[in-house]
């Protein structure tokens, strides 16, 4: 049983901390495929990365229902990390997260699930966060869409292998959809609902 | 008692996530107006509190924070919200638009062509494109879910109908990567075209519409028009009087009751640069600046 003495410790300075995080996030969703580096670093708990853990800091609070994964949430580190240094309700039904955090690809439910928005407000719609092994190699895809200046190229292992294909259903849903932040360790890549991407295989 | 002391950027670190979840969703959904619980400022509203509240989100002890009113380093307002980051932020500020990684504007979108490491943060007074149109916000709404965006045709079309063009010279409605018709705040025609395709990440607050909304960088950004006619950038038809200009956006300054007017560079430090290079416009005098020129030559 950990006490709360005992958990991994919040940001060192909660304020440029999480601007310094913000400023990696916004501009890796801004300049999609790019990979941005989280620089200030909290402790993480269990099998949270520490890029996803400065995230949390960063952009959960009392107003986000978060979704966790059932390898993050059968870590009661994690779970109570997060109460404590965020506030931010667990919820058991994906499709009223604010955030989701995955820690294994593999068992990404369908995306589907996840809010998508409305078209009135597409905005009320889950970020999903899944931590990868690398975001350096593995797979290549060509990224295109806005924030993009004609063509990225993303190497990542990703998992779950197909995860750009499913996210093609963006295409169809625009302007619901989900966004997506991959992170390894500490870096970031994002893949807002307007990016498409092509493999160009391993 | 200990004097009273604000938080890093004034803002609380409450407001800042929830802006911050806004400006990522509104990054997400280009040209989309993200709702956001927009605060109280310590300014009134119409005096820029949306962009206050977007730049505190998003600024760093790090940036250089430059802050332009119709183009001008040097009006009330953007003097005024300067002072205001470097006091509560600390920031270093800059008129120099080529040295700033965060510029708030009024009504303007600087000469200098921006770079992929800054961000322009508008502040924006009427956020909905059609609220002149439809003043219902849920009607609204319902109209950018279907992408019905004839009523902003008809309006461009009755003023062909009247005035024989687009009068339309501000605010210009543009559509944003093929889907979303957004309103770039009121800045003139002229700098619609800057818009498209923009190295920088484009930021748009509203306080008190309390809307977010963005144009990620290298975004396709179209003014609406037609076949027959198309979108014309407008501007006088003059050059600078003060650097000689041809292609910069111009203000016009009346200078008598007898007529007497001129035109110069609203981009202010577009135009000190373009002296300062040895450009001169026909009432460009600055005698004591000749006087030092002479003097540093001789």
């Known amino acids: ?202 | 008692m200990n004097a009273p002391a604000y938080n890093f950027a004034y803002l609380d670190e409450q407001t800042k996530r929830m802006i911050r979840r806004a400006i990522l969703k509104a990054i997400a959904i280009p040209g989309y107006q993200v709702p956001f619980a927009s605060r109280e400022m310590p300014m009134p509203y119409g005096w820029g509190t949306g962009g206050v509240q977007v730049t505190a989100a998003i600024l760093g002890p790090q940036d250089v924070l430059k802050v332009i009113d119709q183009g001008s380093d040097d009006t009330t307002n953007a003097i005024s919200i300067r002072k205001f980051f470097a006091k509560t932020a600390g920031v270093a500020t800059t008129t120099a638009t080529d040295e700033a990684t965060v510029i708030q504007t009024r009504h303007r979108i600087p000469e200098t062509a921006l770079n992929e490491n800054q961000v322009l943060v508008y502040q924006v007074p009427i956020p909905e494109p059609l609220r002149f149109l439809e003043p219902r916000e849920t009607e609204t709404r319902r109209m950018h879910a279907l992408a019905e965006y004839g009523l902003m045709h008809v309006k461009l079309y009755e003023d062909i109908a009247r005035f024989g063009h687009i009068a339309t010279a501000y605010a210009y409605p543009v559509k944003v990567n093929a889907r979303y018709v957004m309103d770039p705040s009121p800045t003139p025609k002229f700098d619609n075209p800057k818009m498209d395709n923009c190295p920088a990440l484009q930021l748009f607050g509203a306080g008190r519409e309390k809307r977010i909304y963005a144009i990620p960088p290298y975004t396709k950004v179209v003014s609406l028009d037609f076949e027959d006619h198309p979108f014309e950038p407008y501007r006088f038809n003059a050059p600078c009087a003060l650097c000689g200009a041809e292609n910069s956006y111009l203000d016009e300054i009346v200078t008598d009751d007898k007529g007497g007017r001129m035109f110069v560079c609203s981009d202010t430090d577009y135009c000190e640069g373009r002296q300062a290079a040895g450009h001169h416009g026909s009432l460009s005098a600055a005698p004591y600046k000749e006087k030092a020129r002479e003097a540093s030559n001789g």
């Open chain 1, 1 to 202: 049983m950990t006490t709360i003495s005992e958990l991994p410790p919040g940001f060192a300075d909660k304020v440029l901390s999480a601007q310094s995080t913000f400023r990696s996030v916004m501009d890796a969703m801004a300049r999609p495929g790019s990979v941005r580096r989280i620089v200030p670093m909290a402790g993480a708990p269990g099998p949270m990365m520490r890029g996803t853990a400065a995230i949390a800091l960063t952009l959960f609070d009392h107003d986000t229902p978060l979704w966790l994964d059932a390898r993050m949430a059968e870590s009661p580190d994690v779970v109570k990390w997060l109460k404590f240094h965020t506030g931010a309700p667990v919820v058991q039904d994906c499709s009223i997260a604010s955030f989701a955090l995955v820690s294994n690809g593999a068992a990404l439910p369908p995306l589907d699930r996840f809010a998508l928005g409305t078209n009135e407000y597409p905005d009320r719609s889950t970020t999903v966060i899944i931590q990868l092994e690398s975001l350096v190699s593995g797979r290549s895809f060509e990224l295109r869409g806005p924030g993009i200046d004609g063509v990225a190229t993303l190497q990542a292992s990703i998992e779950p292998f197909d995860l750009l294909e499913r996210l093609r259903l963006n295409e169809a849903l625009f302007p619901r959809g989900i966004d997506v932040v991959l992170v390894a360790d500490d870096a970031v890549v994002a893949i807002p609902r307007t990016t498409r991407a092509v493999s160009k295989g391993s």
